[in-house]
């Protein structure tokens, strides 16, 4: 008897969903297309018809990880003038919230760097980032943003990421310990930032 056609309303999605459950429960060592497939409940050949290789695939969930970022960082950005440092403490939330995840958006040598919507969804975090520094508006007789801007927007983002990688590793322990009793490490974050006096309040 023929075995009956692979159907599947939304292989795509079921494939990028199983792919970041796994990665939350099990880490990134256990993401194979088979593993993936097999928790998706379809066959192990069944993820060619979308993705052509694992980086494929992981690609793919970074950038959903990127447009998540985003949507985060969008609604954090409305909140300018209430909060102080909104956006980084916004990417801090992101990243605590989605530890593994987070982890696979900066894990290059596990991505296809080309990959068009990874390649976007990079864009649009970078994009939200550099005008909530003001980077556009205030930017060179050519048009783009001068030497100092750009230095301000690196320095901003080095230490909040850097920052955000301390506390996913648990190494700001000591410091929070340290700290006035129930310091979170979004308000150390905070007084990271505006002790640098290197950044408006974004």
Not at 3 to 19: F, I, Q
Not at 49 to 77: I, K, Y
Not at 103 to 132: G, K
Request: charge should be positive; avoid cysteine.
């Amino acid at each position: 008897m023929a075995k009956a056609p692979y159907h599947h309303g939304a292989l795509r999605e079921a494939l990028l969903e199983a792919a970041e459950k796994l990665l939350r429960e099990e880490g990134l060592s256990a993401l194979t297309l088979r593993a993936i497939a097999r928790a998706a409940g379809v066959s192990h050949g069944a993820p060619a018809h979308h993705f052509e290789d694992l980086s494929a695939l992981l690609s793919e969930l970074a950038a959903v990880g990127f447009r998540r970022l985003v949507d985060q960082l969008a609604a954090a950005r409305e909140t300018r003038g209430k909060v102080s440092f909104p956006l980084p403490k916004a990417y801090l939330s992101f990243a605590m919230a989605n530890r593994e995840l987070f982890a696979l958006m900066f894990r290059e040598e596990r991505l296809d760097a080309r990959r068009p919507s990874l390649l976007e969804a990079r864009a649009a975090a970078i994009a939200l980032l550099s005008q909530s520094l003001g980077v556009k508006a205030h930017g060179t007789p050519a048009g783009g943003p001068s030497l100092k801007e750009l230095g301000a927007m690196t320095a901003a983002w080095s230490l909040t990421h850097g920052f955000t990688v301390l506390a996913i590793d648990g190494r700001l322990a000591p410091l929070l310990r340290a700290a006035p009793s129930g310091t979170a490490a979004e308000a150390l974050l905070e007084a990271a930032l505006g002790a640098t006096a290197l950044v408006g309040r974004t």
